[in-house]
């Protein structure tokens, strides 16, 4: 594999480093979520309590993905970044572990009883 630049190396480490943060995740117990609210930027944009397909619109109108919230468990069904990381992270039961999409600056963070493991702050 041949990078062509440096930010290709940092893009691929960032990658590895959200996937081994889900594989992680993923070993604790699944409790149930009760919701979810999505930040976009930063901001949260969105409090989901209800099941359904929710959109992630930003300022400009351009739809950035698609959160399905499903019997207590979410997922993204649809993105516009590159890579699909947070498509490919599927169905998310557990509180403590958000679905993130690094290229739309989109956090996906499921509620429920957490228990007080894992990441309580994000930031960009």
Not at 22 to 43: C, R, T, Y
Not at 45 to 65: C, F, P
Request: glycine share 8%.
């Amino acid at each position: 594999m041949k990078f062509t630049k440096k930010n290709d190396l940092y893009l691929l480490i960032v990658v590895i480093l959200l996937v081994l943060v889900m594989i992680f995740m993923n070993a604790s117990p699944n409790q149930g979520i009760i919701g979810a609210e999505v930040h976009l930027k930063g901001d949260q944009i969105l409090q989901i309590t209800k099941e359904g397909t929710y959109s992630v619109i930003n300022d400009e109108g351009e739809l950035l993905m698609n959160v399905e919230y499903v019997d207590q468990r979410i997922r993204v069904t649809d993105s516009s970044c590159p890579l699909k990381v947070c498509e490919n992270t599927g169905w998310v039961e557990n509180p403590n572990q958000p679905i993130i999409c690094i290229p739309n600056e989109i956090i996906v963070k499921p509620l429920g009883t957490q228990n007080g493991e894992g990441i309580d702050i994000y930031t960009w």
